[in-house]
């Protein structure tokens, strides 16, 4: 979830950067058939949705529904193999120690509301369910919490949460807590930082390893990041991150913390939100006018209720729609190609961070898009075994060894 993208980035037409290119496979055309099957097979589990935010209030995931990029019919049409869906917990929470309580909620919803209510989705919560999900013909449904607030500060909340399923934790949102600095405010002197993690910090992250919770850096600051490169003693993941070099956003990763990611073992998924992807939608963000800064300050001062303020957001961002450049496919492949030439196909996934981001690119619009984007590597030169890597292969080999240190530490 990323109110900054809902609040930035939109539309048109961005040409993705010439870096893509990978050798080897000179396959001519792919037909739809072709595509699809190759898709399925590669078993896609997306490593971040946010659509938990609106299951949790009400909305009906079983219906094709309106203004939400995710439900179960797009999903069944984007042939996904699972999901990683985020208990998201807004920093707004906090003042009145009600994060442990949202996210309670949030993953009561996961099972009530979408996993129980759709007969296409088993559960997961390791590797052994997730390909015997796959086996069975069936999408897998995980829970990831998003925001290290959600645990009040507490391990013991950790640990609970851990046992009602939910198996990565970011250790921030846009929000520096208590233990560990956020990107989104490492700029800003009024907030308290802590060079990274502090000692708490590393404990969580420690506990973390030690219950087989994968470690999350997505949403934290580049301190705190090469904080958890040092404490970690498995490997981590950022579900919802993309590259720096090819897109100027703070909490995309540079290239050293990429080769560090993958040295460690670890997986980054990356992000669709527009100005994550391309530079251009990134310089021509709305959120930089005047005016869009005065109506989204009275959004978040006097709209309390957070569907009501995603929906006023969009709003406010549709009317800038066609003036500003969107992204496309093609930025989606050239951010996953600049992983792969950097540090091979082993470490990256995909981590859409669909309903939590205001602008798609262009080609990828909700779930049901999903065989496009295979479609898009294939005619890149990427081979089955390599897109099913990224799709889910890549997933099962941190996991594993998560679990693994897991063992080892109990
Ligand atoms: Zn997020």
């Keep these: 979830m990323k109110i900054q993208s809902i609040t930035g980035s939109l539309s048109a037409i961005a040409l993705a950067g010439s870096c893509l290119l990978l050798t080897g496979q000179t396959k001519k055309s792919w037909t739809d058939a072709e595509v699809l099957k190759i898709h399925k097979d590669s078993y896609l589990v997306d490593l971040h949705n946010d659509v938990p935010m609106v299951t949790v209030n009400g909305k009906d995931f079983s219906l094709r529904g309106a203004g939400q990029h995710t439900d179960a019919v797009r999903m069944k049409e984007g042939a996904m193999g699972g999901q990683f869906f985020a208990a998201f917990v807004p920093s707004s929470y906090v003042a009145n120690n009600g994060s442990a309580h949202q996210t309670l909620r949030l993953i009561d919803s996961i099972k009530e509301d979408i996993w129980k209510k759709n007969a296409q989705f088993a559960w997961a919560a390791s590797t052994s369910d997730i390909l015997a999900n796959k086996k069975a013909g069936k999408m897998s449904a995980l829970i990831g919490i998003e925001g290290g607030h959600a645990i009040e500060d507490d391990v013991r909340l950790l640990r609970r949460f851990y046992e009602l399923g939910a198996r990565y934790m970011t250790l921030t949102w846009t929000n520096t807590n208590n233990w560990c600095d956020s990107s989104g405010d490492i700029n800003n002197p009024k907030v308290k930082h802590w060079g990274g993690l502090n000692d708490l910090g590393k404990s969580i992250v420690l506990e973390m390893n030690r219950l087989g919770m994968l470690v999350d ?28 070099a090819l897109c100027d956003a703070g909490r995309n990763l540079t290239d050293d913390m990429i080769q560090a ?21 990134k310089d021509a963000n709305p959120m930089n006018r005047p005016e869009v800064v005065k109506e989204r300050e009275r959004i978040m001062a006097e709209v309390k209720d957070q569907q009501e303020a995603l929906k006023q957001f969009r709003a406010l961002m549709a009317k800038y729609r066609g003036q500003t450049p969107r992204a496309t496919l093609e930025d989606v492949v050239a951010h996953i190609d600049h992983v792969v030439k950097l540090v091979g196909v082993d470490h990256v996934a995909i981590g859409s961070d669909f ?56």
Aim: hydrophobic share 40%.
């Design 217 to 244: 850096v997505s949403h934290i600051s580049d301190g705190a990041f090469w904080s958890v490169i040092e404490t970690s003693k498995a490997p981590i993941i950022a579900s919802h991150s993309s590259c720096r």
């Design 261 to 281: 990611l993958a040295k460690k073992g670890g997986l980054m998924g990356i992000n669709f939100s527009c100005d994550f992807l391309s530079q251009k939608a």
């Design 355 to 410: 309903d939590g981001i205001g602008c798609t690119p262009d080609g990828l619009d909700d779930t049901s898009k999903f065989p496009n984007l295979t479609r898009a590597l294939l005619e890149k030169g990427y081979t089955p075994q390599m897109i099913a890597k990224i799709y889910h292969g890549n997933l099962i080999r941190v996991f594993s060894a998560v679990e693994k240190t897991a063992a080892s530490m109990k």
